[in-house]
């Protein structure tokens, strides 16, 4: 199969929503791999109760557990930080080939401004460029692989 029937309906469909899940899986894979879930679970147990702590402390107006938190801010900023450092490896490590992909790779085969899909049940006028179809399957890949790989902060 050419390129040229990849960019008409529906190989344009399922070329982009094949495209999506290949990245989203890929992504979620390497997010997967690269973070320490468990240290990740800790860190947002300890920053849960200290919040707790801190929402307690100035509910019944505690001087002394205020103080306790006071203290303890500090070190919450900076696990905070570090979870923040974790989320963002995957993004840094994806973001020059997702470019790539957008810029070179998908203009080639179809325009970005092209329908590649419709959705009927919604409304007959509504027609999904490639973005937003792109969108729209990415979406539901990430759900799909965040759940597969455990890596929502409810656990495994």
């Not at 879930?37 to 920053?47: C, D, G, V």
């Not at 997702?98 to 070179?104: A, G």
Request: positive net charge; charged residues 20%.
């Amino acid at each position: 199969m050419a390129f040229e029937s990849l960019s008409s309906v529906p190989y344009s469909t399922f070329f982009i929503m094949f495209l999506s899940f290949a990245i989203s899986f890929a992504t979620s894979l390497s997010n997967r791999l690269l973070t320490n879930r468990e240290q990740l679970r800790a860190w947002n147990k300890e920053i849960s109760g200290w919040r707790a702590d801190s929402l307690k402390a100035r509910r019944e107006d505690d001087k002394k557990l205020m103080a306790k938190v006071k203290k303890q801010e500090k070190h919450i900023m900076q696990l905070q930080s570090k979870m923040m450092w974790q989320s963002m490896k995957t993004s840094f490590l994806w973001f020059i080939p997702l470019l790539l992909v957008w810029y070179v790779f998908i203009p080639q085969i179809v325009a970005i401004n092209t329908t590649v899909a419709y959705i009927p049940w919604l409304s007959e006028e509504l027609q999904l460029t490639v973005f937003l179809w792109y969108l729209l399957c990415s979406f539901l890949a990430g759900a799909l692989f965040t759940r597969i790989f455990g890596l929502g902060m409810g656990g495994d």
